[in-house]
């Protein structure tokens, strides 16, 4: 009696979850944001949150909760209640390097989240300010050499996948340039703009623009293939460096025991927006990849990033107390 008494509870749970996730959403989303307005995450983020707030018929809220290497943004996302109405585009920096730079990070995120989807694959772009005199990364070494010490580079934050890009590229090559960390890429980008820092380790999202113009000059882009967003702009391998790759992502996260149907939908949903071939040439245009994968393409994805970036942390000794 007692079996069938479990097995009747777990059937009217399961049964209030579906009915649930039918009628889901039925009041406005939050999605929380690890980086202030106007950077790469923040304009997939409201690309996401216009085209989901049309598909329900309710309104998503982007809330954007910058600092702390994105772990007061993670926190936040990791306590909140598990019922879909509060979604985290989280990324390598919260989902990945926070978990080896932070001595105290106050959630878990193998632990106190589950995967929706990985929205975006984001190379990143090694650019200078013109008054730098280098136009090759060859060039950039060079000079980093000869001037240990005294080259900067500029990234949204410490601990942030700029910051551990820089490291990789110190490791691979042996020079010694300083990092300049930022409260998100915006302000470093500013500054970068100004000649207040000489480069820059950056997504491409937001910075094209600047490129385009001649404002900033772009040695070198991440990953396998040359950014639609900037043709012109080498590979690191095609620039002297095999080997060598850095690139940034994002994805959906929810809190942990969200119910699975909340995540099938939400899935389903977001996915045909990434896969949207408008939506896809919108981000390509800024020279970021729409990916659309399952959860358990994406859960695999992050244990293989975790494996990547835990040995190039401890190598650098990186910490944040």
Same mark, same amino acid.
């Given at each position: ?55 329900? $018929? *309710? ?6 909760? @910058? =600092? /702390?290497? !994105?772990?007061? #943004? +993670?926190? &936040? ?71 240990? $010490? *005294? ?6 934050? @410490? =601990? /942030?996948? !700029?910051?551990? #890009? +820089?490291? &990789? ?81 994002? =994805? ?70």
């Amino acid at each position: 009696m007692r079996l069938r008494g479990k097995w009747i509870t777990g059937a009217l749970l399961l049964a209030s979850a579906t009915a649930h996730a039918q009628n889901y959403p039925a009041k406005s989303v939050k999605m929380i944001v690890p980086f202030p307005a106007g950077g790469p995450t923040d304009i997939v983020a409201r690309l996401l949150g216009q085209k989901l707030g049309e598909t329900w $018929g *309710q309104s998503v809220v982007i809330d954007n909760r @910058p =600092g /702390g290497g !994105g772990v007061i #943004a +993670g926190q &936040l996302a990791a306590k909140s209640p598990s019922d879909g109405y509060t979604i985290f585009l989280g990324g390598i920096t919260t989902l990945v390097l926070s978990t080896y730079v932070h001595k105290n990070r106050p959630y878990d995120s193998l632990r106190e989240f589950l995967p929706v989807t990985q929205t975006t694959l984001q190379p990143l772009l090694l650019m200078v300010h013109p008054s730098l005199p280098v136009k090759t990364v060859q060039e950039y070494l060079a000079l980093a050499r000869a001037r240990p $010490g *005294q080259i900067n580079y500029g990234t949204s934050g @410490p =601990g /942030g996948s !700029g910051h551990l #890009a +820089g490291e &990789l590229l110190r490791s691979m090559t042996g020079i010694n340039i300083v990092h300049v960390p930022y409260r998100g890429q915006p302000p470093a980008l500013n500054d970068l703009l100004a000649g207040q820092v000489q480069s820059m380790l950056g997504a491409p999202l937001a910075v094209i623009p600047h490129i385009r113009s001649g404002k900033i000059r772009a040695l070198a882009v991440t990953g396998q293939k040359r950014s639609l967003a900037a043709p012109s702009v080498p590979t690191f391998a095609e620039a002297g460096l095999p080997g060598y790759d850095a690139s940034t992502w994002n =994805g959906i996260m929810v809190p942990a025991s969200t119910p699975r149907a909340i995540i099938e939908r939400l899935h389903s949903d977001i996915v045909k927006i990434l896969r949207a071939p408008g939506n896809q040439e919108r981000l390509a245009t800024d020279g970021s990849i729409a990916i659309a994968s399952t959860p358990e393409e994406f859960a695999s994805f992050i244990n293989a990033e975790h494996a990547k970036w835990s040995k190039v942390v401890r190598d650098a000794n990186i910490r944040i107390e």
